[in-house]
């Protein structure tokens, strides 16, 4: 078996002091070692400043980075001070040292044989550009291994989710120890699930706005969120499939939940671009269930095997499981979670506890024509609803209208729509969210015609279509209620165990 994966803080700070601050910091964190990037460092002078960064004891291992500019660093130097820096640190007692591929022979016949038996040399390659493909992959790290490296570096650049399966490929067959990680935003399942395929070690920052790298998680959401230390070969994975993503509080409320429930899984964002793609590519037992937001909750309707029939007449699916045979199987708890949401919101206004639903017989306009959309539509008309379908497209509305059996408008024409009082308004556009809070879909002007506003958006938790409604005196009802409600519904397909 392989040795658990290492979590290593790369210490990125302009002056040495401050860098040996960020390796207590990162020893405080629970890290297993600290990356002194020496190349960051501005007027660094080895003989003066390596013996106090090295100094012993230590609160953690060291490696000993020092990148040139030509493989993404900040050094600009010729090659021979960098390589006596190094050696330098060797003979400190640095735990671990990193050498780029392109210079490691070199590097080697500079150290001639006199390399500390108790240090391990990284020979790494870093590819800012792409993922090369399985067999170009396989002869780099052929190459590395061939330099004599203790331990083998590979990093590239994802342009699709599915670039990340193929270093994990890499990972699971090389025989000796290897880093194997996926830069950018596509590329952050790398970080996360190297454990489960048996990379070495992965990198967390000390804090955000301190990664060396592109889309690095903090040390404290690896640990935290992702659980990486209980994660390993048998751990199933779950994950959020959208774009955007990384708003997305799914990972933190579903981890939460496995470990509540001491569940050997984790829950990971996927930012994906093509989901058959996807699908197709991550298409172990592994993989076992996924939920899904925008844009892909109606494409998810074609790619499952099995689609649950209200999920199908709604047109919308937003979680997927993996059965023990391998076929997909779509389901649909967003209308469930929004429509309670909005009727006990209702309810938490009224005097009655009548069992008909406060939705019954009230004009519900629905902003937006997508997954959300649909779900809602379908789940208003169930309770007895006159549903409206507003959309920024036209066709869209109209599309959807004609299956609901509502009338279709645009966005401008809600503007003035006031056929009656009470009226409910449910927004499912991204319009408002994160990062973009100033946008609303419907003026404040508009709004003091209904009597209940919900909105999907939960990131910030009050939209300003919330606020404003509020202001106008509407009841209001926010989507965090909705996106609770839809996640303990997952986690009843997920786990097969009661979501409360
Ligand atoms: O339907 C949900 C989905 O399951 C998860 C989610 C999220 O994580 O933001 C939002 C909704 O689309």
Known sequence: ARART???????????????????????????????????????????????????????????????????????????????????AMELGAEYVDIELKVADKFIKFMSGKKPENCKLIVSSHNYDNTPSAEELASLLAQIQATGADIVKIATTATEIVDVSRMFQIL????????????????????????????YLTFGSLEKGKESAPSQPTAADLINVYNIRQIGPDTKV??????????????????????????????????????????????????AGFSCTIPHKEAAVRCCDEVDPIARDIGAVNTIIRKPDGKLVGYNTDYVGAISAIEDGIRATQQTHSTVSPLAGRLFVVIGAGGAGKALAYGAKEKGARVVIA??????????????????????????????????????????????????????????????????VYTPKETRLLREAAECGATVVSGLEMFIRQAMGQFEHFTGMPGC
């Not at 059996?405 to 927004?427: D, K, Q, R, S, V």
């Open 6 to 88: 290492l979590l290593c803080v790369p210490a990125t700070a302009r002056a040495p002091r401050e860098m040996a601050a960020e390796v207590a910091a990162a020893a405080a964190l629970g890290a297993d070692l600290a990356e002194l990037r020496l190349d960051r460092l501005a007027g660094f002078a080895p003989r003066r400043d390596l013996p106090a960064l090295l100094a012993k004891p230590r609160t953690l291992p060291a490696l000993v980075t020092y990148r040139p500019k030509w493989e993404g660093g900040e050094y600009e130097g010729d090659d021979e001070p960098r390589f006596e820096a190094l050696q330098l």
């Open 172 to 199: 699971v067959h090389c025989q000796v120890p290897i880093i194997g990680l996926v830069m950018n935003d596509r590329g952050f399942i790398s970080r996360v699930l190297c454990p489960k395929f048996g990379g």
């Open 238 to 287: 779950f994950g959020i499939i959208g774009n955007p993503v990384g708003h997305s509080k799914s990972p933190i409320l579903h981890n939460e939940a496995f470990r509540s429930v001491g569940l050997n899984a984790v829950y990971v964002p996927f930012l994906v671009d093509d989901l058959a793609k996807f699908l197709s590519t991550y298409s172990s037992p592994d993989f």
């Open 391 to 456: 959309n920024r497209t036209f066709a869209r509305a109209q599309e959807l209208g004609n299956l609901i059996g509502g009338p279709a408008l645009t966005l401008t024409e809600l503007e003035n729509y006031h056929p009656e009082e009470g009226m409910i308004l449910a927004n499912t556009t991204a319009i408002g969210m994160h990062p973009n809070v100033n946008e609303t879909p419907l003026s404040k002007q508009a709004l003091k015609s209904y009597a209940v506003v919900f909105d999907a």
